[in-house]
Structure formats: C-alpha cells, structure tokens
C-alpha cells in the first residue's frame, strides 16, 4: 500500500450532483412529510478532461458515514429543490426537517408546505406519493479527497470523497448525469487533496484546479 500523504492544495471545485433511485421509506398524508435516501455513496464513473475533446475516465465513490458528512446544513433546514433550480424561491417545494445516517446510506424527512399554499409543493407531493416521481438528486460541495490512481492497466483512477457537505435535494425526472456537474454554479468551495507524495500530489492539484476553473 502506497504510503499517503495529507496536505492542503488551494484548488476548488463547484456544487457537485448526483442521482438516486428514489427510496421512500414512509409517508404522511396528514403532517406532509415524506422519508427518503439521499445518498447511498455508491462508485459512479464521472469523467475530466485532457483537451478540447479528450474525457479521461475516474471512479467517484462518496464515503458515507457520520466523519465523512456534515449534515450541518441539511438539519438546519436544507431546500427541496425542482430539478436543482435554486435561481428563485418558487422552485424550493419542501424544506429538510432531519437528516442522518444509517446503515451507510443518507437520509432524510422532508416536509412539504400545508396544501393550497404552493401549487408547485402540492403537485410534486402528489406526484411522489403516487409514485410519478421515482428519482432523487443531492446536491453537494466536496471538502476533501483521496486519490488512488490506476495501479495498472485497464484500471481507473479511483478518488473518494471522504469529507462532504450535502447542499440541497432535488426532485428530478431523470438523475443528473454522473459525469455532470453543475456548470452554471457560481460557488466554489476549498478542496484537501490526499494523495501520494510528490508527482501524484501535484498532478491531483492540478486536475482539480482545472476542473474547477472550467466549471466555474
């Protein structure tokens, strides 16, 4: 096992995505309230890129765990979201009420505004409820890496995401592409790269700091 190295790198990235099946352990009627997972932190294969036209392929696996996620925002009240809009409050249809780990998965009780209030809020509610709509997303800024790269060939380079900060959760009628990011997103959050020492280090540091500057 190749000895690993913690340092700071000043490279950011934007508000990341990712979509999830959606896996709806209760719901009430009466209180609004709709139980779901957010996030199993299953691998999913995104992809950077080299030059105009070349995508190298890597492995993102989110650790999931009560050290890896600050679910600071999420209980303080994180939005529900339509389709990651967040340019308008109309878009915002439920409010996070809980949010916690358990069994290596995300979870969440969101509630939705009493009915008659918002036109959006009561027809996702009965769009979910009658199981219409079937995906979730989360959306989440990274705080902190480690990468293992491709020990050889026909491998990827592998990078968990040990530290993260889930923003907000949407409703969506398809999961967000893996390989996407939220290109339009304005803010950039501070990344520690964990890597080996020396060549890996630097090469990290600069994948990211161009991802971040590309998605910006």
Same mark, same amino acid.
């Given at each position: 096992?190749?000895?690993?190295?913690?340092?700071?790198?000043?490279?950011?990235?934007?508000?990341? !995505?990712?979509?999830?099946?959606?896996?709806?352990?209760? $719901?009430?009627?009466?209180?609004?309230?709709?139980?779901?997972?957010?996030?199993?932190?299953?691998?999913?294969?995104?992809?950077?890129?080299?030059? *105009?036209?070349?995508?190298?392929?890597?492995?993102?696996?989110?650790?999931?765990?009560?050290?890896?996620?600050?679910?600071?925002?999420?209980?303080?009240?994180?939005?529900?979201?339509?389709?990651?809009?967040?340019?308008?409050?109309?878009?915002?249809?439920?409010?996070?009420?809980?949010? *916690?780990?358990?069994?290596?998965?995300?979870?969440?009780? $969101?509630?939705?505004? #009493?009915?008659?209030?918002?036109?959006?809020?009561?027809?996702?509610?009965?769009?979910?409820?009658?199981?219409?709509?079937?995906?979730?997303?989360?959306?989440?800024?990274?705080?902190? $890496?480690?990468?293992?790269?491709?020990?050889? #060939?026909?491998? !990827?380079? #592998?990078?968990? !995401?040990?530290?993260?900060?889930?923003?907000?959760?949407?409703?969506?009628?398809?999961?967000?592409?893996?390989?996407?990011?939220?290109?339009?997103?304005?803010?950039?959050?501070?990344?520690?790269?964990?890597?080996?020492?020396?060549?890996?280090?630097?090469?990290?540091?600069?994948?990211?700091?161009?991802?971040?500057?590309?998605?910006?």
């Amino acid at each position: 096992m190749t000895k690993l190295e913690l340092r700071k790198a000043p490279a950011s990235l934007p508000m990341q !995505v990712r979509g999830q099946d959606l896996n709806v352990s209760s $719901i009430d009627a009466d209180a609004r309230t709709v139980t779901l997972v957010f996030t199993t932190g299953a691998a999913v294969r995104r992809l950077r890129y080299t030059g *105009w036209d070349t995508a190298v392929p890597f492995d993102e696996i989110l650790v999931v765990s009560e050290r890896a996620l600050d679910l600071t925002r999420m209980n303080l009240g994180a939005p529900v979201l339509d389709s990651h809009s967040r340019w308008s409050t109309f878009s915002q249809i439920a409010v996070v009420e809980r949010a *916690w780990i358990e069994k290596g998965e995300g979870w969440a009780t $969101i509630r939705f505004p #009493k009915a008659g209030i918002d036109l959006a809020a009561d027809r996702m509610f009965g769009l979910v409820s009658d199981k219409i709509i079937k995906n979730v997303s989360v959306g989440y800024s990274i705080d902190k $890496i480690r990468v293992e790269e491709a020990a050889k #060939k026909g491998e !990827v380079e #592998k990078i968990f !995401v040990e530290r993260w900060t889930p923003n907000e959760i949407s409703f969506v009628t398809v999961p967000a592409d893996p390989g996407a990011q939220v290109r339009s997103s304005e803010a950039t959050f501070p990344l520690s790269i964990q890597s080996a020492a020396g060549h890996g280090l630097r090469a990290a540091r600069m994948r990211m700091a161009e991802e971040a500057r590309r998605f910006a």
